[in-house]
């Protein structure tokens, strides 16, 4: 089996395997030049050549379509799903006693630790995630009615942050409807806490959301709004500046994503780089990671989404990302990295730079949609020892059987 979004190119290059391209390309009467632009994904091949190329390679033709989606009951029992069911309410019975808000939280905070530094996240996430969604939904629910007030805050903090979790988790497993519910609730629960901090993360979660539905506008008007209202909230200055930083530098995404790069890049310089100065790396707030690094690797986002990878790469040469308290944002500085190699052709760099994330964070490489296109880039466009190896670890993250 292949991944079922591998393209059609790419099925008939792995199943043509060690023959030559021209001795395929000869028996199924075509040239060999145009199986190469078919491969490369710059041809789409006629259902005639198709089924001629299928028979030569002995595989079927389907095996060479993209796979159909699996059936409803085939992806009920799926992580992903399961935690969808518990967002949407199934869960514990209502007369079911709640787990109490102070075991809620220590579950929670351990399940953040585990998403923000360990490698295999997406498994551990898939293993504590379902249960504590289903508790916590079912613990905010009668919350709301207590008439003790303490717990009934804790539980909803407690709430806020896991929606704040949910939010990452089920955009990168591809739920960008679940993930921006999940950012919507993390709203509710902090403005039902009176939790400013909370109000502040909740807000910087749901300008994610909307970046991820492309609605990159929305993203940015709501983010500056919300850095304005943070002057007025109660909290300590240190998580004030924070969460404006890190609002600004959703505001600053939300402007590259429109290709307004001077405007992203004045943002980041005037707004979120001053802020920055005040927050220590490893502090974390609001679970934002937002910090001097974190600025500096925006800059270096703005410069390759530009095009711009010559200062992009000399930008990465000065970030030491050794003080990141996230996981995931140092596999986004090396994915940035290779993409920027792969935009100057260099494949040995952009193979390198996946060989490395792949021992950061396996699991990521294996569902981040770009890391997969540079996997298939330089198998279709390398030399052969490269493209080789390309396809090794094609196989190893599940592109390739």
Known sequence: MVAPDLPIGDRIRHYR???RQDAVAGLVGISPDYLSQIERGLKVPSLPILYALAQELGVPAAALLSEQAPAEDDVTDTAEATVGRALLGYGPARSTAPVPAAELRDRVEAAW????TAGDRFTKAAETLPDLVADVEHAARLARSST??????AVLRTASDLYCLLRSYLRRTGRVDLATLAADRAMRAAEDADDPLRIAAAQWNLGHALLAAGQPGEAEDLALLAAEQIAAARMPEVERTAMAGALQLVAVVGAARRRRWWEARER??????RAARGVPDGSNIGRTAFGPTNVALHALSIDMEAGETGEALNTADAIDTSPLPSLE???TFGLEVAACHSQRRDDAAVLLSLVGLEALAPEDLARTPLARQLVLTVIRRARAMHARQAEQLATRIGLLD
């Open 113 to 116: 630790q585990s998403w923000q």
């Open 329 to 331: 944002r140092e596999f």
């Open 148 to 153: 003790d007030a303490a717990e009934r805050r």
């Open 17 to 19: 395997g060690g023959r």
């Open 268 to 273: 980041l310089r005037e707004h979120a780089a």
